[in-house]
């Protein structure tokens, strides 16, 4: 066979293979029974993230009031920022594999908690021990697990609090509860941790280069938890003074409540 004999039967056969690749997408992959099929199995793993977005509600509702009530009692809001994420599908069944969990939604509630996670963002450490304590207090919000990141922080360097909890939400015809995971960190916390993520798992370096820069990551990890203490020793001397020094009313005949 000549060389253009050859071209043309492997232009054939490619021609072939594709009309043949195309007829098989769409007598199975578009017929009506696997589209039915997709549509029925997908829709639990849907209704499932709905469900986990409706907790996210909640709980940032939650902070949104605790942060309102606490900024009449100390004259400023704890909270900075509020940051919400729903795990990827992608991301979920990653875990699932890496951690051999069964592909059913029974196993993917119980054995996984992070797929609904709020940040809560404070101005000092102190606020987040007080906004985390004030959030458990509540009589709907259960207690599942809890990481102190901050006070025993990862040989990374890495400092947040992380708590697991179980938050009930109110559907149509039925309570469910769904667990959230919060984090919670300064601003300078996760000013590193963004950062740490971003240099951490872009790069593929030496592993001499790698480990150099984790020493440096994991000293600018200290310099932010010594910045933290000191822009928290100088707010609370700021709030000693005028708590020895209360600002006389500026309404003559109306005293000022304590």
Known sequence: MSNDENTAFSSEMENALS???????RENLMSDSFLDFVEQNTKPIDLLFAYYRCAIMEVETKFNVLDESLSVELDRNPIESIQTRVKSVDSLLRKMRRKNIPLNLSAIEEK??????VRVICSFPDDIYELAEAFLAQDDITLIARKDYIRNPKPSGYRSLHLIVEVPIFLKNEKRNMKVEVQF????????ASLEHKLHYKHDLPP????????????CAEQIEHLDQRM?????????????NPKESEFPGFPLIN
């Open 232 to 244: 928290q020793a100088v707010r609370n001397e700021i709030v000693t003074y005028n708590k020895e």
């Open 208 to 219: 001499e280069r790698a480990q150099a820069l984790a020493d440096e990551l994991r000293d």
């Open 112 to 117: 996984i908690h992070d797929i609904a996670g």
């Open 19 to 25: 009309t043949y690749q195309e007829d098989f997408v």
């Open 185 to 192: 960190r300064t601003i300078a916390m996760d000013f590193w």
